[in-house]
């Protein structure tokens, strides 16, 4: 029988469901900070074979991914400059990189220009910013927990256009166990009056 290659993929057991509830049905590019063994890549592959996915890592043994379709940068997560010089245009940004709180934020103010227009941005392993060694830095520098705040800020901002209408972006941020998920997009909304009526109350027509 022929042996095949397999790919390490360690991840928390919730992360398959949350996924399966936000991602869309068709994806066409995809970056992963944090390439490791490459089982992650191999599992965006098997989900969305058409996709283009990306990978980057600090390890320069990552390469060897390449041999099978990824498309694989080495560098510093933290190097704005470096990420500057990647692709544009992803339906999904994962950061499973280094997973501490300077990390974690240099790359998404690098990156969350990248991403498209209803994409995902995803921060897995949060956890691992609040370990006691870093929990000092997560509250002197910027991190996860200074991420939602400044989006969810954004988000919450008095920003009408002539019309009276507030846009918003992003539209979405969820927090689970160990992973955030943040959808980019704009939603507009606008104050509006309802009239509820109690439950068995008949209105006089």
Known sequence: MESKT??????????D???????PGKINSILEIGVAGGGSLVWWKNRFPNAKI????????????EQHGFSISIGNQCDSDFLNGIADNFDVIADDGGHRPYQIYASFKALWPKLNDGGLYVIEDVQMAMKCRWRIWSKLVNGPRVIVDELYEQMNRFVRDEDGVAEKSPAEIHLYPHIIIIRKGSIKTEVKE??????GQVVAR
Not at 6 to 15: A, D, G, H, P, V
Not at 17 to 23: G, P, S, W
Not at 54 to 65: E, F, H, L
Not at 194 to 199: A, I
């Open 194 to 199: 309802f009239l509820e009526v109690p439950t």
């Open 6 to 15: 397999q790919f390490r993929r360690l991840k928390w057991s919730n992360y």
């Open 17 to 23: 469901a949350v996924y399966d509830r936000h991602l």
């Open 54 to 65: 990306y990978g980057v890592d600090i390890d320069a043994t990552c390469k060897k991914m």
